[in-house]
């Protein structure tokens, strides 16, 4: 059972930053004995909207992002794979929303994710 858990929500005023980050339990890489490739990242939901990518990293390590964060926002993961980061500088009121963690396990297709992490920024 592979469980994705996030954190690092909070207020902050325009033009400050904030860490995010998604841990998880269990082995994502394999499952049953099957190996698989994995993409990581978050998605952001704001009132009233869809919810949208945000930005991905795969395990080969390649990253896309949304274009409304190019430049502001940086995915990453720790050594190990066992922690996702969003970096997000340079923060403005349209970027509140609810930030999720994702994970896609490209051998099954299979799609997990966490519970969710509020991010406010105050204009």
Do not use: H
Not at 63 to 85: I, L, P, Q
């Amino acid at each position: 059972q592979v469980e994705l858990v996030e954190s690092g929500g909070g207020l902050v005023q325009a033009g400050g930053s904030l860490r995010l980050a998604c841990g998880y339990s269990g082995n994502i890489f394999s499952i049953d004995g099957v190996e698989s490739p994995v993409v990581m990242g978050w998605y952001r939901q704001a009132p009233g909207r869809q919810r949208d990518m945000v930005a991905v990293i795969s395990s080969g390590g390649s990253t896309n992002y949304a274009d409304s964060v190019k430049g502001r926002f940086t995915v990453s993961r720790d050594a190990t794979w066992t922690t996702v980061y969003l970096q997000m500088d340079s923060l403005k009121p349209e970027d509140t929303a609810v930030y999720y963690c994702y994970a896609l396990r490209l051998a099954s297709n299979r799609e997990y994710w966490g519970q969710g992490t509020q991010v406010t920024v105050a204009s």
